[in-house]
């Protein structure tokens, strides 16, 4: 027994609200919209002691045309045949809805041995929980009257949950992974270049822009490598975000990549760089984050000449200047084309991220540069640098010691950090070079 908890239900019962109550976390997007969630969500949480997983999943909507729903039902099915304890959620505000006894019925056919927990939520007060005795009639034995806003009766559904798991097993120690985010703007083929890497519909992908909400987190482990993979909603201009599902996940989105420790930012190859990539990558810059392009759809494209990749590699460059020191990859999430070259190569910058240079080695390469090429004098006054180190960071810092620090300029910063990177190999991560006094 791998001890996870699947949350399932009609749309708009409140899943994701007790999957943010249950993890601890404001993880998964809450709205008054129905189909908000679309795409699996895990999350971590404890209770007595006991660790399990929860999975949030869509709302299950039967015998619907729309393209989200079959494929959310979909991911609903694939959470309910992986999970030990199955959550099923209904609004006992509401009442019992025909979408309830389509659902019910469906999970008595799925699980024959799994137990299946009802819960009926927004029981806000003990008036409205006693309602919930009307839905012994979906023959899935007795009702949890909880509140996900406020809480209650949540320990008691929680005492029963950890109840129903083996005692034996315990869950793996969270381990602290590389964190690769996969960014761009809407239907530049994230999701699927994220199902690409896995081998499976880990994600949904539709032709419809912002298919993706939520931040999604899926651990690979394949070929010798173990990271999380992040995908990501698109980010749109400011001004073109119109309802409010749409901001939170631009908001998720920006918080993934503030916690990534390496940026997969894929550009369609059929457009070419807007100035909404430059954004989308400036913010991956400015946050220090290793950098790895992936100009998607390259099978779209008739020209593939190495005039035509160069004239595609300096564009990009270009826009990006003066940060031009990363690696960019020509790839097709559909035909699988370089794909795990991508994934080597964020594996590579994510090591060097971590590299420290011994400080007599830094000076001995980078004081005579200096001596060669000093900082241009300013008002007759000459600038002397005669020591530098590697400070002790996250992201790789530098600090050069100089008698007038104020007096060192922009180009010179610039220099100095041409030279670190002709001398070591800092390709695809942002570095920061400071002038102190000595």
């Given amino acids: 027994m791998s001890r996870l908890v699947a949350i399932v239900g009609r749309p708009n019962v409140g899943k994701s609200t007790l999957f943010n109550r249950l993890v601890g976390t404001r993880q998964a997007i809450v709205n008054d919209e129905a189909g908000t969630t679309r795409d699996r969500q895990y999350g971590r949480s404890e209770w007595a002691g006991v660790e399990f997983s929860v999975v949030d999943t869509g709302g299950w909507v039967k015998a619907s045309d729309d393209i989200f729903e079959s494929e959310i039902n979909r991911q ?67 009702p949890f009257p909880i509140s996900s806003i406020n809480g209650s009766g949540t320990g008691e559904l929680l005492d029963k949950v950890i109840s129903l798991f083996d005692k034996d097993t315990q869950l793996p120690n969270e381990v602290i992974l590389p964190r690769f985010a996969v960014i761009g703007r809407p239907n530049a083929g994230k999701s699927s270049l994220v199902n690409a890497f896995l081998n499976e519909e880990r994600n949904i992908v539709t032709d419809v822009a912002g298919t993706t909400r939520d931040a999604i987190y899926t651990e690979y482990n394949k070929f010798g490598l173990n990271f999380y993979l992040v995908d990501t909603a698109g980010i749109r201009k400011k001004g073109k975000v119109t309802d409010d599902p749409e901001y939170y996940s631009v908001i998720r989105a920006i918080r993934a990549i503030e916690n990534c420790d390496v940026a997969i930012a894929l ?15 400036s913010l991956a810059l400015k946050n220090s984050k290793g950098l790895v392009v992936c100009v998607n759809k390259w099978d779209l494209v008739e020209d593939k000449s190495n005039q035509a990749i160069a004239h595609f590699e300096n564009a990009i460059r270009q826009r990006l200047a003066p940060f031009t020191d990363f690696p960019i990859v020509f790839i097709s999430a559909l035909t699988k084309q370089r794909i795990f070259k991508v994934l080597e190569i964020a594996n590579d910058i994510y090591k060097r991220r971590s590299q420290r240079i011994p400080t007599h080695e830094f000076n001995k390469v980078m004081l005579p540069l200096i001596e060669q ?66």
Avoid: C, M
């Fill in 76 to 142: 609903v099915i694939i959470a309910v045949e992986e999970a030990d304890v199955i959550l099923f959620v209904v609004d006992v505000a509401e009442g019992i809805h025909d979408l309830d006894k389509e659902a019910a019925h469906t999970l008595r056919q799925l699980n024959h041995n799994k137990p299946v927990i009802l819960v009926t939520n927004k029981a806000d007060n003990y008036q409205i929980g006693y309602q919930s005795a009307e839905f012994y009639s979906l023959g899935l034995g007795d």
């Fill in 267 to 281: 550009i369609e190859a059929t457009r070419g760089i807007e100035s909404q990539d430059v954004n989308i990558l």
């Fill in 373 to 438: 090429t000093p900082p241009p004098s300013i008002k007759g006054k000459y600038i002397k640098i005669k020591f530098a180190t590697q400070l002790p960071t996250a992201v790789p810092t530098f600090a050069f010691y100089a008698n007038l620090p104020q007096w060192v300029k922009e180009p010179y910063r610039r220099f100095l950090e041409n030279k670190i990177r002709e001398n070591w190999n800092f390709t695809g991560i942002p570095i920061n070079v400071f002038i102190r006094e000595k």
